[in-house]
C-alpha cells in the first residue's frame, strides 16, 4: 500500500493540498498521514516562561489545524492519522517522511507565510530539494 503524507499549516493552500489527498485516495488503496508542524519560535530576549507560553499557544492552533483536516477527510469517506511535530517545517516535514517509509509527499506551493517565504527560500522548495520519496506541489 502506498503511503502519502500531506502537509498542512492550515492555509487556504494547505486546504488544496488536503483536497488533492483525498482525490488520490478515492482512486487508489493508501495510507494517508496528516502532518503538522508546530513552528519552533521564541524571540530573543523573551524569558523562558514567555516562550513556554508562545509553545503552548501554538500547539493548541496546530492540534486546530489537524482536527480540522481530519474532519474533512473523514467527511469524504477517506480514513487519515494524524501527526504533530514542533520544529521547522520543512526539515520535519522531511524527517517524518523518511521515518514513515513515505511514497509521495503533497504540499502547498504557499502557506501561512505567502510571499515572506519566498525571500528565505520556501517550505516546499526545501522539501522538493531534500525528501526522501517524490512531492506533489499544489497550486
Known amino acids: 500500500m502506498k503511503k502519502v503524507i500531506v502537509a498542512t499549516d492550515g492555509s487556504p493552500d494547505a486546504d488544496k493540498a488536503i483536497d488533492r489527498a483525498i482525490e488520490i485516495a478515492?482512486?487508489?488503496?493508501?495510507?494517508?498521514?496528516?502532518?503538522?508542524?508546530a513552528e519552533e519560535y521564541c524571540p530573543i530576549g523573551l524569558a523562558e516562561m514567555d516562550c513556554g507560553t508562545?509553545?503552548?499557544?501554538?500547539?493548541?492552533?496546530?492540534?486546530?489545524?489537524?482536527?480540522?483536516?481530519?474532519?474533512?477527510?473523514?467527511?469524504?469517506?477517506?480514513?487519515?492519522?494524524?501527526?504533530?511535530?514542533?520544529?521547522?517545517?520543512?526539515?520535519?516535514?522531511?524527517?517524518?517522511?523518511?521515518?514513515?517509509?513515505?511514497?509521495?509527499?503533497?504540499?502547498?506551493s504557499h502557506g501561512k507565510h505567502g510571499a515572506i517565504k519566498f525571500v528565505s527560500g520556501s517550505v516546499s522548495a526545501r522539501v522538493v530539494e531534500w525528501a526522501p520519496c517524490p512531492v506533489t506541489i499544489v497550486k
Not at 504533530?84 to 503533497?106: L, M, N, V, Y
Request: charged letters at 35%; hydrophobic letters at 45%.
Open 26 to 37: 478515492k482512486k487508489e488503496e493508501i495510507e494517508l498521514i496528516v502532518v503538522n508542524v
Open 54 to 108: 508562545i509553545s503552548d499557544i501554538v500547539m493548541k492552533e496546530s492540534k486546530g489545524i489537524m482536527s480540522t483536516s481530519l474532519e474533512k477527510i473523514k467527511a469524504a469517506g477517506i480514513s487519515a492519522r494524524g501527526i504533530i511535530e514542533e520544529g521547522s517545517p520543512a526539515e520535519t516535514i522531511i524527517k517524518i517522511a523518511k521515518r514513515e517509509k513515505a511514497d509521495e509527499i503533497i504540499v502547498a
